[in-house]
């Protein structure tokens, strides 16, 4: 990775250059869906884009009742194609939360997370302790097998704030240049739940789960297993080093990596009310919580479905 010219050799322009490993203006690659996968239209239910890349609200499809087969299965690909899925004014009960959920698999726990009523279902009540959730990350990397996917509700939502961002990682590697990709082609990634968690969670809390959690590698650039596109796996709370590089290049990589969630082209924004629910893949997004609505209250409530080993 070398340092950006901007002036050809012979130039009259006087001479200059960018730091390396910046983000740099111009066209982007904005390619929703994998190469050769048609643009189908969806009969089951409405939905409606909120940008051309990743997210999309859904209408007409009730989460509070068993879902027919066709509406499980149309849901499916509406996820695999626009990554994160918006249901306005929901209201489920946990046990609904949860029954929608496991139409996608078998659902994981946290222990490292607060439960709410039901122990399946992890809750983030921001109204007293500090809320550390504003960093993009990708849940539960530290595992051999990270989540698939998330099911989020906000309970409360504060007066103004607490949004949700999430980023399109088969996007940021699209966009990657060649040069970039061809170094990353192979290498591994450690990911490890400690410096994610130490920020805010007392260490003798954390010693115990050390044995049970203990750092584990996954691919620099995974594979999405059902849609075979390549995206970005490195996130900015739990991927620590990439294996066999010296650390100055490993830490230069990832400072890079980290950095294309930050691109505005390869995001959405969604706004919440209290009774709103959010289902996105875990495999082929990251995801901020906006943290600017304190002292106020946001109360969400979390359900996660169990993923693969990433290849």
């Known amino acids: 990775m070398s340092p950006t010219t901007s002036v050809v050799p012979g130039s009259a322009l006087r001479a200059s250059r960018l730091p390396p490993d910046g983000l740099y203006e111009g066209p982007r690659e904005l390619?929703?869906?994998?190469?050769?996968?048609?643009?189908r239209p969806y009969a089951l239910f409405g939905v409606r884009p909120l940008g051309p890349l990743i997210g999309a609200e859904?209408?007409?499809?009730?989460?509070?009742?068993?879902?027919?087969?066709?509406?499980?299965?149309?849901?499916?690909?509406?996820?695999?194609?626009?990554?994160?899925?918006?249901f306005r004014g929901q209201h489920p009960t946990s046990a609904e939360q949860r029954a929608f959920a496991r139409n996608w698999g078998e659902l994981e726990t946290n222990p490292l997370l607060a439960a709410g009523d039901d122990?399946?279902?992890?809750?983030?009540?921001?109204?007293?302790?500090?809320?550390?959730?504003?960093?993009?990350?990708?849940?539960?990397?530290?595992?051999?097998?990270?989540?698939l996917g998330a099911v989020l509700q906000l309970r409360e939502v504060p007066p103004y704030g607490g949004d949700t961002m999430w980023a399109d990682m088969a996007a940021a590697y699209d966009n990657l240049p060649?040069?970039?990709?061809?170094?990353?082609?192979?290498?591994?990634?450690?990911?490890?739940?400690?410096?994610?968690?130490?920020?805010?969670?007392?260490?003798?809390?954390?010693?115990?789960?050390?044995?049970?959690?203990?750092?584990?590698?996954?691919?620099?650039?995974?594979?999405?297993?059902?849609t075979g596109?390549?995206?970005?796996?490195?996130?900015?709370?739990?991927?620590t080093r990439i294996v066999g590089w010296d650390r100055e290049e490993s830490d230069r990589m990832l400072r890079l990596l980290f950095q294309q969630a930050h691109v505005p082209e390869y995001q959405v924004r969604f706004t919440w009310r209290a009774g709103d629910v959010a289902f996105w893949d875990n495999r082929a997004t990251q995801h901020y919580a906006v943290n600017d609505y304190a002292p106020h209250r946001r109360v969400a409530e979390r359900v996660a479905v169990a993923g693969d080993r990433p290849r």
């Open 31 to 39: 390619r929703r869906l994998a190469p050769g996968q048609p643009d």
């Open 178 to 226: 060649p040069r970039v990709k061809a170094r990353l082609d192979g290498a591994r990634a450690v990911h490890d739940f400690v410096p994610g968690f130490a920020r805010f969670t007392p260490e003798e809390r954390l010693i115990p789960f050390q044995d049970r959690f203990p750092p584990v590698e996954h691919p620099v650039v995974r594979t999405h297993p059902a």
């Open 229 to 239: 596109r390549r995206m970005l796996f490195v996130n900015t709370s739990f991927t």
């Open 119 to 147: 122990p399946e279902v992890a809750r983030f009540d921001r109204s007293s302790a500090p809320a550390f959730e504003n960093v993009w990350h990708t849940d539960v990397t530290f595992r051999e097998r990270p989540a």
């Open 58 to 86: 859904i209408g007409g499809v009730d989460l509070t009742r068993p879902l027919a087969p066709a509406v499980r299965a149309e849901l499916d690909r509406a996820l695999l194609e626009w990554k994160v899925l918006f």
